[in-house]
């Protein structure tokens, strides 16, 4: 086989053929995993959306999955009165803004960001339409609910955090406040023997 000679004049003679037109679309249009349970239409990627979107000569950004990075992929649909939160909302504006940087950095190129194309009816990335739960949403059915032995989140990164700065892990109790079983009466009754204890 015989080497190519690379030189800038061979290079600077190479078709480049991007259309420079660029349209950006919902995560899931491209990965149905990432959506909420029961909700998936097909079983990977919209393609026939996507044939469409490559029969102009446009190619696709992936804007990330908001719900799926904040709340995992086993989430049930919730409406945007129940994901209208600081928190959320300040995740959201932070994967926004390096998304904005992509299109200033095409913008700056002179290409066309030709659309974002985002999910109507999605509490997250609807553009015409996002969707209310008058009750909150997020229960389809019954649901088996068990409690493990474990810490909460919030709790678990807590104590990680202590530990990384070396400082004292308190200790720690929890209120029986979301253990159906437990009337508030025990809630009580088990507060107060174990405050006991540890003043
Ligand atoms: S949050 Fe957006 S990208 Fe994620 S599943 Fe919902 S509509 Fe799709």
């Given at each position: 086989?015989?080497?190519?000679?690379v030189?800038?004049?061979?290079?600077?003679?190479?078709?480049?053929?991007?259309?420079?037109?660029i349209?950006?679309?919902?995560?899931?249009?491209?990965?149905?995993?990432?959506?909420?349970?029961?909700?998936?239409?097909y079983?990977?990627?919209?393609?026939?959306?996507?044939?469409?979107?490559?029969?102009?000569?446009?190619?696709?950004?992936?804007?990330?999955?908001?719900?799926?990075?904040?709340?995992?992929?086993?989430?049930?649909?919730?409406?945007?009165?129940?994901?209208?939160?600081?928190?959320?909302?300040?995740?959201?504006?932070?994967?926004?803004?390096?998304?904005?940087?992509?299109?200033?950095n095409?913008?700056?190129?002179?290409?066309?960001?030709?659309?974002?194309?985002?999910?109507?009816?999605?509490?997250?990335?609807?553009?015409?339409?996002?969707?209310?739960?008058?009750?909150?949403?997020?229960?389809?059915?019954?649901?088996?609910?068990?409690?493990?032995e474990?810490p909460?989140?919030f709790?678990?990164?807590?104590k990680?955090?202590?530990e990384?700065?070396?400082?004292?892990?308190?200790?720690?109790?929890g209120?029986?406040?979301?253990?159906?079983?437990?009337?508030?009466?025990?809630?009580?009754?088990?507060f107060?023997?174990?405050?006991?204890?540890?003043?």
């Open positions: 086989m015989k080497d190519e000679a030189t800038t004049e061979s290079l600077n003679n190479l078709e480049d053929m991007r259309s420079k037109k349209i950006f679309v919902c995560n899931c249009l491209l990965n149905s995993n990432n959506k909420v349970m029961e909700r998936a239409r079983p990977g990627i919209f393609s026939d959306v996507v044939k469409i979107i490559d029969s102009f000569g446009i190619g696709i950004m992936q804007l990330p999955c908001p719900e799926m990075l904040y709340s995992g992929c086993q989430r049930y649909w919730g409406g945007k009165n129940v994901f209208e939160s600081a928190g959320y909302r300040k995740f959201c504006r932070t994967l926004a803004a390096q998304v904005a940087d992509y299109m200033e095409y913008h700056m190129a002179g290409y066309q960001v030709v659309c974002v194309l985002g999910c109507d009816g999605s509490p997250t990335c609807g553009v015409h339409f996002t969707n209310h739960y008058e009750n909150g949403g997020g229960r389809p059915k019954a649901i088996q609910r068990s409690l493990l474990e909460g989140i709790i678990e990164e807590l990680r955090e202590l990384a700065r070396n400082l004292p892990v308190p200790k720690m109790d209120l029986g406040m979301d253990i159906m079983a437990k009337s508030t009466d025990e809630i009580l009754a088990d107060k023997a174990y405050i006991a204890q540890v003043v």
